[in-house]
């Protein structure tokens, strides 16, 4: 067949995209080019069902090291015992903890999706709020904090199998050392799903949840940098302290449980040439670079708050520990479904997002979600915050004025070529 024009000059589009705007979406990220074209290789054509030395096909000689290099390196990020790179994503690596440590019906405890929660913490329209029984906490109104007393009375009173903790539109720290109090008082598993602030967690720029959560879930495409992908970590309770049988009846530990969780419970064949990409991008964490890198996210998210600050944007929280903010437009008038569209059309990428306790639906919203992961990749420091913020304002208050934004737009491309996004592509 002839080479895929179509498709090709779509990717070819999308690199332009990718190149002249404002990439302030809090979960995405440039990847580096060499775990780009690792994700681009002919390990794609192998079935490898189950995991290195313990397959169901042959001639897994070469990915099974590929797929250990990934392990071993992941294990030395996070200093764990137990790593399974294989999850798809990070909603398959919470599907694969949820097989493994739960039965139908029984109860989970999670952040409401509304409170910046994630749709696999229980949401009713997701497999974990279908197959288990959700419950829910949520942020003090007052403060935007995590309610740590909702959490614990909500846990004594439903006394639920597995508390969730991490979020998708959370700006601070978790405390995970009271959470696993209040786990070990009613007899619950901890899962700690870090897939926004891995990367910062890795550098130990924050608390690290390993040593309270019994398992942690991550994506690796967000403050990892890597390619898009999930995986499961456990550090030391692999020993499986609650004894949770297999469906033989039978205790194992829990990393077997969780291997088994992910294959063959819910997934097939691995995608070993996202696990090279995985393994790469797991090199580059361990680098030097990175420790910069994860630095540099968390002090221009600060100074990005201030920027927001001074000119009158609310945040939830007031303020960030991390690589987002989450803005509640309300004292701005417009919602997060038009800042949206507005910022878009003056290439600034962001979505919206409902703030907590908000009176706007999910399509709609009150607020937006900032996050400064893929600017700091592209080499932006804390004097280039201003710019973005004092871009956003200015495409916020002129929301009808489509000349207005036109020349937003022109200056926002002009500014973006200081910072050349895969320059050996041409
Ligand atoms: N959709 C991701 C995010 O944007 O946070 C979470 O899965």
Same mark, same amino acid.
């Given at each position: 067949m002839q080479k895929d024009t179509a498709i090709f000059s779509l990717i070819n589009k999308e690199l332009e995209r990718q190149r002249r705007g404002l990439e302030l979406i809090a979960s995405e990220n440039f990847t580096s080019l060499q775990t780009i074209q690792a994700m +681009?290789?002919?390990?794609?054509?192998k079935y490898a069902e189950g995991y290195p030395g313990h397959r169901y096909y042959g001639g897994c000689e070469v990915v099974d090291e590929s797929e250990r290099i990934a392990i071993d390196r992941l294990k030395q990020i996070f200093n764990i015992e137990y790593a399974n790179v294989q999850p798809h994503s990070g909603a398959q690596a919470n599907a694969a903890v949820m097989l493994a440590v739960l039965q139908p019906g029984d109860k989970i405890l999670g952040l409401d999706l509304s409170m910046g929660g994630h749709l696999t913490h229980g949401a009713h329209v997701n497999f974990s709020g279908k197959l288990y029984e959700p419950h829910f906490y949520g942020v003090k109104k007052?403060? +935007?904090?995590? !309610?740590y007393d909702m959490l614990e009375s909500t846990a004594k009173k439903i006394k639920p199998k597995l508390i969730v903790c991490g979020a998708s539109a959370y700006s601070r720290d978790w405390d995970y050392e009271r959470i696993r109090k209040v786990a070990d008082e009613v007899g619950a598993l901890v899962m700690a799903d870090i897939a926004h602030p891995a990367g910062l967690i890795a550098k130990k720029l924050l608390k690290d949840p390993f040593d309270y959560c019994h398992i942690v879930t991550s994506t690796?495409?967000?403050?990892?940098? +890597?390619?898009?992908g999930g995986i499961i970590m456990v550090r030391k309770d692999v020993e499986n302290p609650l004894g949770i049988k297999d469906n033989k009846g039978n205790i194992r530990l829990m990393s077997n449980l969780l291997d088994m969780a992910v294959f063959p419970g819910t997934q097939g064949g691995p995608l070993e040439h996202i696990i090279a990409a995985k393994a790469i991008a797991f090199g580059e964490i361990l680098t030097d670079e990175f420790t910069g890198y994860a630095k540099q996210i968390i002090l221009n998210a600060q100074v990005m708050a201030k920027a927001f600050h001074n000119k009158d944007y609310k945040s939830i929280s007031d303020g960030t520990d991390n690589h987002l903010l989450l803005i509640d437009l309300r004292n701005k008038n417009i919602s997060g479904k038009k800042a949206e569209q507005v910022l878009g059309k003056a290439d600034i990428t962001v979505n919206k997002n409902m703030v907590p306790f !908000? !009176?706007?639906?999910a399509f709609v919203t009150s607020g937006i979600r900032v996050g400064v992961p893929a600017v700091t990749t592209r +080499?932006?420091?804390?004097?280039h915050m201003q710019f973005i913020v004092d871009s956003i304002d200015d495409c916020l208050m002129h929301a009808d004025d489509e000349a207005h934004l036109s020349t937003i737009k022109n200056n926002v491309n002009e500014f973006m070529q200081q910072f050349p996004l895969y320059p050996e592509l041409g």
């Open positions: +681009g290789n002919v390990m794609t054509n007052e403060t +935007g904090l995590i !309610d690796t495409h967000k403050t990892l940098r +890597g390619p898009r !908000d !009176d706007k639906s +080499g932006m420091k804390e004097e």
